[in-house]
């Protein structure tokens, strides 16, 4: 029987999640429903059920929503095409783009505009890594492992900086870049590294806690990249690893003779299913569940400013 939980901590929404989310509940109060979003406003099934259930319609392209709707896109971010259709449409669109990713938009923008060719590192089709292309697709070329750095050549004299994906491993990420600055070495860096502040503790605080546990269950869906990630720093310290959705993709032959079990969330993960996995367990005899090291996150972000006006306009005239 599992005699003890270990939740990490930190876990679970981030700030960026939790101004998507915010701004698709925010928009439907004020618009009423349908509101559409374009693709999952963050990668959980969970969160993406709960808002269709409040009237939120999810497309996969914007030229799928009707002309002059509103709709908002998701913290993933967009490519200008994207901005551009919208705009053909008269949507009333809505940007809840985190503002980090906004910003590794902003860096590949600046360095093509200065003539530089962008080395991207990320994850081919993740959403993040194709609106961040589409700001200069002519500039950005994709690296995704030490195998793509060590292959890459260009002419003679040409200029070379690198962004990231904002959900990457660090550990693997920083891999990646040492072999891009073994191979390029006047390869210029951003000022501050473009993986996020979540993942980058979400990382930290499972690898803290790995020598007390034998198993760790991470609740998150499949398309997200920063669970997934948290999955593979247990296995690469030799830990066993689940990513599950919810307490009801849980194998009971995970837990057998497994005394204590760590659990963690993606930062796209609401606390509502840590507290179904806990209740899972408290069911089956487990009585002990406790946060391991407890470290605050105090990051905020605003809502989009067009929502911002908006909801300030419709107090302005109550």
Same mark, same amino acid.
Request: hydrophobic share 40%.
């Given at each position: 029987?599992?005699?003890?939980?270990?939740?990490?901590?930190?876990?679970?929404?981030?700030?960026?999640?939790?101004?998507?989310?915010?701004?698709? #509940?925010?928009?439907? #109060?004020?618009? +009423?429903?349908?509101?559409?979003?374009?693709?999952?406003?963050?990668?959980?099934?969970?969160?993406?059920?709960?808002?269709?259930?409040? +009237?939120?319609?999810?497309?996969? %392209?914007?030229?799928?929503?009707?002309?002059?709707?509103?709709?908002?896109?998701?913290?993933?971010?967009?490519?200008?095409?994207?901005?551009?259709?919208?705009?053909?449409?008269?949507?009333?669109?809505?940007?809840?783009?985190?503002?980090?990713?906004?910003?590794?938009?902003?860096?590949?923008?600046?360095?093509?505009?200065? +003539?530089?060719?962008?080395?991207?590192?990320?994850?081919?089709?993740?959403?993040?890594?194709?609106?961040?292309?589409? #700001?200069?697709?002519?500039?950005?070329?994709?690296?995704?492992?030490?195998?793509?750095?060590?292959?890459?050549?260009?002419? #003679? +004299?040409?200029?070379?900086?690198?962004?990231?994906?904002?959900?990457?491993?660090?550990? %693997?990420?920083?891999?990646?870049?040492?072999?891009?600055?073994?191979?390029?070495?006047?390869?210029?860096?951003?000022?501050?590294?473009?993986?996020?502040?979540?993942?980058?503790?979400?990382?930290?605080?499972?690898?803290?806690?790995?020598?007390?546990?034998?198993?760790?269950?991470?609740?998150?869906?499949?398309?997200?990249?920063?669970?997934?990630?948290?999955?593979?720093?247990?296995?690469?310290?030799?830990?066993?690893?689940?990513?599950?959705?919810?307490? /009801?993709?849980?194998?009971?032959?995970?837990?057998?003779?497994? %005394?204590?079990?760590?659990? /963690?969330?993606?930062?796209?993960?609401?606390?509502?299913?840590?507290?179904?996995?806990?209740?899972?367990?408290?069911?089956?005899?487990? /009585?002990?569940?406790?946060?391991?090291?407890?470290?605050?996150?105090?990051?905020?972000?605003?809502?989009?400013?067009?929502?911002?006006?908006?909801?300030?306009?419709?107090?302005?005239?109550?």
């Amino acid at each position: 029987m599992v005699r003890k939980v270990l939740l990490a901590s930190p876990r679970g929404y981030c700030a960026g999640v939790e101004r998507a989310v915010d701004t698709v #509940e925010k928009a439907l #109060e004020l618009y +009423g429903p349908p509101v559409y979003v374009r693709k999952q406003i963050v990668h959980n099934l969970h969160v993406v059920r709960d808002l269709e259930a409040r +009237g939120a319609v999810f497309v996969d %392209e914007e030229t799928e929503v009707p002309e002059g709707a509103t709709v908002v896109f998701s913290a993933h971010g967009v490519a200008p095409s994207v901005h551009a259709n919208a705009a053909a449409r008269q949507l009333n669109t809505i940007d809840a783009t985190c503002p980090l990713v906004t910003k590794v938009h902003v860096q590949a923008r600046r360095y093509a505009a200065s +003539g530089y060719t962008v080395l991207l590192i990320g994850h081919e089709g993740h959403e993040e890594v194709v609106g961040t292309m589409g #700001e200069a697709p002519d500039s950005i070329v994709l690296v995704e492992s030490i195998a793509d750095a060590q292959a890459l050549s260009f002419p #003679e +004299g040409t200029r070379l900086a690198y962004v990231t994906q904002t959900t990457l491993s660090v550990a %693997e990420t920083g891999e990646i870049i040492t072999a891009l600055r073994r191979r390029f070495p006047d390869i210029h860096a951003p000022k501050k590294e473009d993986i996020c502040y979540a993942t980058s503790n979400r990382q930290w605080a499972v690898k803290e806690m790995l020598g007390e546990i034998q198993l760790l269950l991470v609740i998150g869906s499949r398309n997200s990249s920063n669970s997934n990630r948290l999955v593979e720093v247990a296995r690469a310290n030799g830990v066993a690893s689940h990513l599950i959705d919810d307490e /009801t993709e849980i194998d009971e032959a995970w837990v057998e003779g497994v %005394e204590v079990v760590g659990v /963690t969330s993606g930062a796209s993960a609401p606390e509502k299913l840590v507290d179904r996995v806990c209740d899972w367990f408290r069911a089956r005899g487990t /009585t002990e569940i406790e946060p391991y090291r407890l470290v605050d996150e105090d990051v905020e972000f605003r809502l989009p400013v067009e929502l911002r006006r908006e909801l300030a306009l419709a107090d302005a005239q109550r």
